[in-house]
């Protein structure tokens, strides 16, 4: 008897009771052990609910934003201004009191003795004023500094709270600590202060699973973080420009007793944050929703009674999905199990309108565990077909992609879709001739190892090698699979590629051969990814689009620069906080009229300065300024220190050459590079 006919007995039912409750035991255990991936999946399907399902709410009308933005910044100069400009908007603001004014931005350093005291002066006259802290943590999450204002304007306000946010492992801001302990004290965050404040409550007290303000009990988790219940997108706050409020163009009375926040919203102050409904808001709009939600009283709910009833939920759907499943035929009970699922997660998504966070990945994944080992057989059919579409395509695509068309067959379509990657492209210096230099044997045999041991280190970074081309490699990240952090891994493979040159040509020197020097280009950028070819003859995943052309393009420029690595703009603004660069030069490229910055990759960050980076970016300072004597001189003194620094010598060529043919008073600093 074959085991579809054992299916339809009395013991193979049996099993399938069996098998359906460890699944259920499973997922619960799985819930226990918070699983990253489910728990990422579910942290997803919180911001679903906000940003597709629920939509946005009317925000509390009285909370309001003076906004940093690029209106402030074109009308009142180059951001950060002179504390002048604040005590002017302190001044304005007199006429028109607001409740409270929460300051986004903190003041660390002294401007001049005089100005500060201004500040001081008008912030203590003002008696509302709030200022900011941040607080810096080790990896054990514990306090090993603070930055905020100068001692002399934190005892003029009314108070202080920190500003910390942190994101969840996805980069999405769904919980804001209302305090953090700093010693013996415990700084509360700004939205916390802005409810203190504005509730005329001066102390706040913390319990297990609740901060209680006054009659108010906010809930909150185990570590003290409320689930913040966004609002809506950027904007969804008032905002007054903070140029229209100094000049005079607000009405005060338009502010008089709101809750006031300051802060940036231009996009190049840098304070952007995700959220569930947008990838760049403002911070300052994060922490008025904080304060929003406490002066509402609109509260997320995810304590203890929200996890009992997640496990009954994953107990008494995977039985009842179990039941389902044994009673009906397959046909019968795909439907039903699925529909089960769906009320369920209709029913999680209005307790969500409530308040309350139930899970929306536990319970449904129980009834899809029990539907699967409920039907066995289909289990076999799909590991079946698993292995056929191994064996198709393991000879010319990545283990990674083979096992993501394992799940999804479909995925092996003809075409693509839009994905954002980071491309690379190396090749070695001075190959051709290599090859004319040596028997086709040892030509080949040394390729070989070079590009095993670069291929070994793109899989290492979690890569995709897209093809050789002679001496050359492309490779990519972010596809197929999603990478958020595509760059990053990119930058650090490229670091550990010059590494392990550096221990193949040691290797290589004691052999008594001739090393190899390596060159490439990384950029970072939207491209077109997906399975390009003709069905059943020849078909390869692949990516195309401007951005492959680009990382082309800067191979070309490691060579001209003399470098080993030139990074693209967009790669190095996601990866300038984890790696080392210096600014080489802005160049348009041939067939672009827009130009682009390119940087050479230095390695990892290290403590300390990088002397070359220094000397050279104020010797290109001079340059760009057409200063050529000065930079002469300044490009001459690197290379007296640093000799083989390529980049500087040519730059020593550019200012000979515009010492005769001046670059004229429009000239824009753009080197017109005219070959690929």
Request: aromatic share 10%; with cysteine.
């Amino acid at each position: 008897m074959d085991l579809s006919q054992a299916l339809q007995g009395r013991g193979s039912r049996a099993v399938s009771v069996l098998l359906a409750l460890v699944s259920v035991l499973l997922v619960t255990l799985l819930y226990y052990q918070q699983n990253p991936f489910l728990e990422g999946f579910e942290a997803r399907t919180y911001d679903l609910r906000f940003k597709s399902l629920r939509g946005p709410i009317t925000p509390h009308p009285d909370i309001a934003v003076i906004a940093i933005d690029d209106k402030s910044i074109a009308e009142l100069g180059r951001f950060p201004w002179s504390r002048r400009q604040y005590v002017r908007l302190l001044e304005r603001l007199e006429a028109g009191k607001p409740k409270a004014l929460l300051f986004d931005v903190f003041f660390p350093e002294s401007e001049n003795p005089e100005t500060d005291q201004a500040l001081a002066e008008a912030i203590r006259r003002a008696g509302n004023v709030v200022l900011a802290t941040t607080f810096e943590f080790d990896r054990q999450f514990r306090v090993r500094g603070t930055t905020g204002s100068l001692p002399l304007l934190e005892q003029a306000a009314a108070g202080v709270g920190h500003i910390n946010l942190i994101p969840e492992d996805d980069g999405v801001n769904r919980r804001n600590l209302l305090q953090i302990h700093s010693g013996e004290a415990a700084l509360p965050s700004l939205g916390l202060m802005a409810a203190m404040l504005t509730l005329g409550e001066r102390q706040f007290s913390a319990e297990s699973f609740q901060v209680l303000l006054g009659a108010r009990s906010i809930p909150v988790g185990r570590d003290g973080a409320m689930w913040i219940n966004y609002t809506g997108a950027p904007g969804n706050y008032p905002r007054y420009s903070f140029a229209d409020v100094v000049n005079g163009r607000v009405d005060p009375a338009a502010l008089r007793g709101k809750t006031v926040f300051l802060g940036a919203t231009a996009l190049g102050v840098y304070d952007m944050r995700v959220t569930p409904f947008h990838a760049n808001v403002p911070g300052v709009e994060v922490h008025a929703t904080v304060a929003d939600d406490i002066l509402s009283g609109r509260y997320i709910h995810r304590t203890g009674l929200q996890a009992l009833v997640d496990l009954a939920m994953i107990l008494a759907i995977g039985l009842l999905s179990f039941f389902l499943t044994a009673r009906l035929r397959l046909q019968a009970a795909i439907p039903a199990v699925l529909g089960l699922a769906a009320a369920y997660v209709g029913l999680s998504y209005w307790l969500f309108l409530q308040g309350q966070w139930v899970s929306m990945v536990y319970p449904p994944l129980v009834a899809l565990v029990a539907l699967l080992v409920g039907g066995g057989f289909r289990y076999m059919v799909l590991e079946r077909n698993a292995r056929e579409m191994r064996a198709m395509f393991s000879s010319y695509l990545s283990n990674k992609l083979v096992s993501q068309l394992e799940q999804d067959p479909g995925a092996a379509r003809i075409g693509g879709d839009n994905r954002e990657v980071t491309v690379m492209f190396t090749d070695i210096k001075g190959f051709t001739a290599f090859s004319e230099r040596h028997k086709p044997q040892v030509v080949v045999a040394r390729l070989n190892e070079y590009l095993g041991a670069m291929v070994q280190l793109i899989y290492q970074h979690d890569g995709t090698v897209d093809k050789f081309m002679g001496d050359g490699l492309l490779a990519y990240w972010g596809a197929p699979l999603s990478q958020p952090d595509h760059a990053k891994r990119a930058v650090a493979c490229a670091v550990a590629m010059k590494q392990t040159i550096a221990e193949l040509t040691a290797k290589w020197q004691q052999r008594g051969v001739e090393p190899f020097v390596i060159r490439g280009g990384i950029q970072s950028g939207d491209v077109v990814a997906g399975n390009i070819g003709s069905r059943g003859q020849k078909m390869e995943y692949t990516v195309i689009g401007d951005t492959v052309n680009q990382a082309s393009r800067l191979e070309g420029m490691a060579k001209y620069y003399g470098v080993d690595f030139v990074v693209g703009d967009s790669t190095y603004l996601k990866t300038c906080d984890s790696f080392r660069f210096r600014r080489l030069d802005r160049v348009r490229v041939v067939g672009k009229d827009i130009p682009v910055a390119i940087h050479e990759l230095r390695g990892p960050v290290q403590p300390g300065e990088d002397r070359l980076d220094t000397l050279f970016t104020a010797a290109l300072a001079q340059f760009r300024q057409q200063q050529w004597d000065k930079a002469e001189q300044a490009f001459a003194a690197i290379l007296a220190e640093f000799p083989d620094d390529m980049p500087s010598r040519l730059y020593l060529e550019r200012c000979a050459q515009f010492k005769v043919n001046p670059a004229g008073a429009d000239w824009d600093g753009v080197f017109n590079r005219l070959e690929k």
